[in-house]
């Protein structure tokens, strides 16, 4: 049986309607006007950015590599070794009885998809 009233907003409800599934039986309500959105912004919502756009310059800047620890005057002395996916690059190396090369455990250790390195390293990493 459907049992129609109106409710505060002046809507029309009909509830009452079973509906039968394989689990259980459930109880089925329509709506004859369509449903309108209400917006309400939350308050003090703060976003929270993990990482500043900045930071890879920060380590660049400091003039240290971070794989050997060699230190320079000059940011020219070192690059940026990036890696598309970091996941794929840990899964790639995680075979057993294999242990990864220090350039990604150092990568897997501050989870991010860049290293500074200075130039002899970086070659060491693709070689």
């Not at 689990?23 to 329509?30: D, M, Q, R, S, V």
């Not at 294999?98 to 130039?119: A, D, H, S, Y």
């Amino acid at each position: 049986m459907c049992l129609i009233h109106v409710s505060e907003n002046q809507q029309r409800i009909s509830e009452g309607q079973p509906d039968r599934t394989k689990k259980e039986e459930k109880t089925l309500t329509y709506f004859n006007d369509s449903l309108k959105r209400v917006h309400k912004p939350q308050k003090n919502l703060k976003d929270s950015i993990t990482s500043k756009w900045h930071e890879i310059l920060d380590r660049l800047n400091a003039c240290n590599c971070e794989l050997c620890g060699h230190t320079s005057n000059s940011y020219k002395d070192f690059v940026v070794h990036h890696v598309r996916k970091l996941k794929q690059v840990l899964e790639k190396y995680k075979v057993p009885g294999f242990v990864p090369p220090l350039w990604v455990q150092v990568m897997e250790g501050i989870n991010r998809k860049t290293l500074v390195v200075c130039k002899q390293c970086h070659k060491l990493i693709h070689d």
